[in-house]
Nanobody, 123 residues
Framework: QVQLVESGGGLVQAGGSLGLSCAASLRTFSSYTMAWFRQAPGKEREFVSY????????AYASSVKGRFTISRDYAKNTVSLQMNSLKPEDTAVYYC????????????????WGQGTQVTVSS
């Protein structure tokens, strides 16, 4: 059974940093593009960042570019999101997602999703 389990969410002041991690029980982790999405109350789920199955390609939403960094560890089957210079508008539930040999920003491309972890940035 495939599971994506996020951790690392919490409450942080504006300007602070937070690191998220996602542990993936994927048999062929290296075949999956891994991504982070987020959903704020009353808003649709939106793309944050992805890293390709090879790790050679990354992409970021314009709202987080330069502040967030995505990475993956093939030995541990994990993907991480380092978030710096956080803003109140970054407040959302953050979801980890996996797409088999596909790359993109649309949620429909992703086969598996985690349960989400709450990130709250206070002003």
């Amino acid at each position: 059974q495939v599971q994506l389990v996020e951790s690392g969410g919490g409450l942080v002041q504006a300007g602070g940093s937070l690191g998220l991690s996602c542990a993936a029980s994927l048999r062929t982790f290296s075949s999956y593009t891994m991504a982070w999405f987020r959903q704020a109350p009353g808003k649709e789920r939106e793309f944050v960042s992805y890293i390709s199955w090879s790790g050679g390609n990354t992409a970021y939403a314009s709202s987080v570019k330069g502040r967030f960094t995505i990475s993956r560890d093939y030995a541990k089957n994990t993907v991480s999101l380092q978030m710096n210079s956080l803003k109140p508008e970054d407040t959302a539930v953050y979801y980890c997602a996996a797409a088999l040999i596909r790359t993109g920003t649309a949620p429909l491309l992703y086969n598996y999703w985690g349960q989400g972890t709450q990130v709250t940035v206070s002003s």
